[in-house]
């Protein structure tokens, strides 16, 4: 079966963003710092440490895709170490869940605490996401405004 393209347009990606940041504010809770997974989730880290007011933000560089094949997670890069007890980890896609899987277990080496938000769910994972901007079909292709010409 054939992929079908869902095209996420920069109103849909700050309407997403929104409820994340809604939701988070509405939960009362707060965070120390925020761990973007490169590259996507670099957007949505940046739009919520503005829009919640954390100035720590790190990266994860972390490769899971190439092209629209799926690929064992590749940690590229961990930050060396991270600042705040309480982590809002973020990625555009929560889609089988081996990079938040792996990078779980990164974080019990912290031990500090962690929670998840992601732009876009598509069901499939046992992972769960605390903060989710918008659940998709499991079988699209999401193609987000960077990546569209």
Known sequence: MKQSDLNISWQDFQLYVDKIVSDIKEAGKKYDV????????????????????????????????????????????????????????VDDILDSGKTFTMLAEWMGQTNKHCDRAVLIDKGKSTIVAEYVGKKVDPNCWVVYPWEQE
């Open 34 to 89: 925020i761990v973007g997974v490169a590259r996507g989730g670099l957007f949505l880290a940046g739009y919520l440490s503005y829009h919640l007011g954390i100035k720590e933000v790190d990266i994860v560089n972390v490769q899971t895709y190439s092209d629209r094949k799926i690929l064992d997670p590749r940690v590229l890069d961990l930050p060396k170490k991270i600042e705040g007890e309480r982590i809002l980890l």
